[in-house]
């Protein structure tokens, strides 16, 4: 039987949080030394392949997913959305602009651009893409490729058009606390006899209305982003 699905992250057990680890240094996360990190091309393994178990009753799909780096306050953000929680797949989670690959699509680069234009109306013209992660396979048997890519300024919430139907809300946050593990958490989960272990990246910021809210980001999206982090910490 696989173990079922996490609808509130929040309870299960926090087992560790990673403070032993170094944070990326701060020059190391500005736009020109991300260029050339990406164009040396190494060689590497990430950290985390996916999920773990897949359910058996879904063929795989590939998908993509943007990561877009934002310039906020004179330092580069991550731009992250909240999806709508009526969706069949990860709904209420926060994650990238992406999705599902369309034949049409010419490469992954191609899936990630049109999805986050048609999810959060980014202009293909405003976007630079600068390197590729390795492939990430959720628990529902998407192949997923984290296509990372700079923004080019002026950039401002309120400009974008967001599709109302996939997605609740998007935010940014800052590129430097999620580089840094002391902010990473592990948590542990338990069923019959088996567990998983998933992280996350709870992020205190201000919702649209200028209330405060907390943005939980785990699962797939915290591990694509710790793939990122030990990507430039090599």
Do not use: C
Request: net charge negative.
């Amino acid at each position: 039987m696989s173990p079922p699905r996490i609808h509130d992250p929040r309870l299960i057990p926090v087992v560790g949080r990673d403070t032993h680890l170094p944070a990326v240094a701060p020059d190391r996360l500005k736009a020109p030394a991300l260029r050339r990190r990406f164009a040396e091309r190494a060689i590497w393994q990430p950290e985390f392949a996916g999920d773990g178990r897949i359910g058996a009753d879904r063929a795989a799909a590939h998908a993509a997913v943007l990561v877009p780096l934002v310039e906020h306050a004179g330092d580069l953000h991550v731009l992250l959305t909240r999806r709508t929680d009526h969706l069949r797949d990860h709904a209420g989670q926060v994650s990238f602009p992406g999705g599902r690959a369309e034949p049409a699509d010419a490469d992954a680069a191609d899936t990630a651009l049109r999805e986050a234009h048609e999810e959060v109306g980014l202009p293909r013209a405003q976007v630079d893409v600068i390197g590729h992660m390795p492939s990430y396979t959720t628990v529902t048997n998407f192949v997923v490729t984290p296509v990372v890519a700079l923004v080019r300024p002026p950039f401002r919430l309120s400009d974008l058009a967001i599709d109302a139907f996939e997605v609740a809300e998007a935010f940014h946050v800052p590129l430097s606390f999620l580089m840094d593990p002391a902010n990473h958490q592990r948590h542990l989960f338990s069923f019959e006899g088996s567990q998983r272990q998933f992280l996350s990246m709870p992020w205190q910021g201000v919702a649209a209305d200028g209330s405060p809210r907390e943005y939980f980001i785990w699962g797939a999206t915290a591990a694509m982003l710790r793939n990122l982090y030990r990507y430039l910490s090599l």
